[in-house]
């Protein structure tokens, strides 16, 4: 399994990002996928999770209405799309094979959302 992200950066509050990540050595097709946030000194958080079929996508309150999930299945690439950035929204971003924060991970990308 081998997951790279992407799109990570600094913004200002309100601000948008969209991050990526490209899925290899595996079946991604058939494969529930999520993202994961760690801030410094915290515990890993749940942000989405998405379905095969992208039929059934979950969002973590804090993030719901504000961020969208998709993916292209003919690329293999997970999206997560982050409008109206909060402050609270800086932390490392990981893409996650599997339903929920367990499994295999990437590297990250870094966000940081700061006036």
């Known amino acids: 399994v081998q997951l790279v992200e992407s799109g990570g950066g600094m913004v200002q509050p309100g601000g948008s990002l969209r991050l990526t990540c490209a899925a290899s050595?595996?079946?991604?097709?058939?494969?529930?996928m999520s993202w994961v946030r760690q801030a410094p000194g915290k515990e890993p958080e749940w942000v989405s999770s998405?379905?095969?079929?992208?039929?059934?996508?979950y969002y973590d309150d804090s993030v719901k209405g504000r961020f969208a999930t998709s993916r292209d299945n003919a690329k293999n690439t997970l999206y997560l799309e982050m409008d109206s950035l909060k402050p609270e929204d800086s932390a490392l971003y990981y893409c996650?094979?599997?339903?929920?924060?367990?499994?295999?991970r990437g590297q990250g990308t870094r966000v940081t959302v700061s006036s």
């Open positions: 998405i379905m095969p079929n992208a039929v059934v996508i």
């Open positions: 050595g595996f079946t991604f097709s058939t494969s529930d």
């Open positions: 996650v094979k599997g339903w929920g924060p367990s499994g295999s």
